[in-house]
């Protein structure tokens, strides 16, 4: 009986599974809104990372736009309209706006 019982353990110890390994987490992807008023972006979120969403909402009387200096997206938005750009790279991101460009802000993202 006694050589049964290691023979049981190692058997058991084959057949059950393996340790679960905790797979590296990905950040899920955010929704930041950045309203439009008065002519000027409002605040805009302090931490955006690559794959985020901008919401941009324009709740003024004129149309605009939401450009990125660096070509990576263009909104154009009638007055009360939305729209959803997606963040793709790390960096400072100019945006202005094309039709007032007076109109600007800056979104800082991290990778």
Do not use: E
């Not at 409002?42 to 004129?62: E, Q």
């Not at 200096?69 to 939305?82: E, H, N």
């Amino acid at each position: 009986m006694r050589v049964r019982t290691p023979i049981i353990a190692l058997a058991v110890l084959l057949l059950s599974s393996p340790p679960a390994v905790a797979a590296p987490q990905t950040p899920t992807p955010q929704t930041h809104v950045v309203v439009i008023d008065k002519m000027k972006f409002g605040t805009v979120p302090a931490s955006v990372r690559i794959g985020d969403r901008i919401l941009w909402v324009n709740k003024d009387l004129f149309r605009h736009t939401a450009t990125a200096k660096d070509g990576s997206f263009d909104v154009d938005l009638a007055p009360g309209a939305r729209a959803t750009s997606i963040v793709r790279k790390a960096g400072a991101l100019l945006v202005n706006c094309r039709y007032h460009p007076a109109m600007r802000a800056t979104l800082k993202v991290s990778a």
